[in-house]
């Protein structure tokens, strides 16, 4: 939970930055609202898909509001530190596109390794990332800071 926490105020912190950065800029008071407001979606929409890690996402990477026909779908609830279905390993078949979407009773950091993705969950906002399974390997899925959710096994 304090972890959770930890990554809210980051993301606040963050925020605020932007905003000073927005004020420099020479507009009028209205303008200047809307511009706030442009920047955090930027940014909500660059925190989402690069991450506290600071790497740069692969251009396959997307939240899971498309469909793409045969994408493989995986879920983990997590709930007091537990995750359900208890960790376990995944076959994806190589190139295949993925989808991990995470429930959590309380916010967590999803982060899937070897792919360098992060993303968060909270209670009542599931989430979820959609990408390209095009590196072979065994990567675990995280809660951070350390609960195991599964394991994706690409081959
Ligand atoms: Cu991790």
């Known amino acids: 939970m304090t972890r959770g926490r930890r990554a809210d105020s980051v993301r606040v912190r963050v925020t605020r930055g932007r905003r000073a950065d927005s004020a420099r800029v020479r507009v ?3 303008r200047r609202a809307e511009l706030v407001r442009a920047g955090m979606l930027a940014l909500i929409a660059a925190v989402a898909l690069v991450a506290g890690c600071g790497h740069t996402e692969s251009p396959a990477v997307s939240d899971c509001s498309s469909t793409v026909p045969g ?16 960790p376990h390993r995944v076959l994806i078949p190589e190139g295949s596109t993925v989808q991990v979407q995470v429930t959590s009773d309380q916010v967590v950091q999803v982060h899937i390794h070897g792919y360098d993705l992060e993303y968060d969950a909270a209670p009542d906002t599931p989430g979820c990332v959609s990408f390209v399974a095009d590196r072979a ?19």
């Open 71 to 86: 994408s493989v779908l995986v879920t983990s609830d997590v709930r007091n530190g537990q995750a359900t279905p208890a």
């Open 28 to 30: 009028t008071r209205g």
């Open 137 to 155: 390997g065994l990567f675990d899925v995280e809660a951070h800071p350390d609960t195991l959710l599964l394991q994706l096994e690409v081959r």
